[in-house]
């Protein structure tokens, strides 16, 4: 599981998830090429304000869950992940 919500203070839902058993790495940026290169093992990320992109889906071949911290899907290409079966 990786998170880029150093940003956005998710401290207690991070915990929650370490609490669960899961691992977590928190990325120190939400930029494609951090997302990228950090997650590339992730099979979940949770979003701040990162951007998922057709390109970064590509790079993200396990990748199976986007979940979103902040309001909206503007910052997730929802059909290409819709079309690699990512939800």
Known sequence: FCA????????R?????RAE???VDVLPAGDAATI????ADADALMLGYGTVDEAVLEALPRLK???LAAMGTDNVD??????RGVT
């Open 65 to 67: 869950l986007i979940a």
């Open 36 to 39: 990228v290169a950090q997650a």
């Open 21 to 23: 058993g899961l691992p």
């Open 78 to 83: 929802v059909e290409a992940a819709r079309r």
């Open 13 to 17: 839902q991070l915990h929650r998830l």
């Open 4 to 11: 880029d919500l150093a940003d956005i203070g998710a401290d």
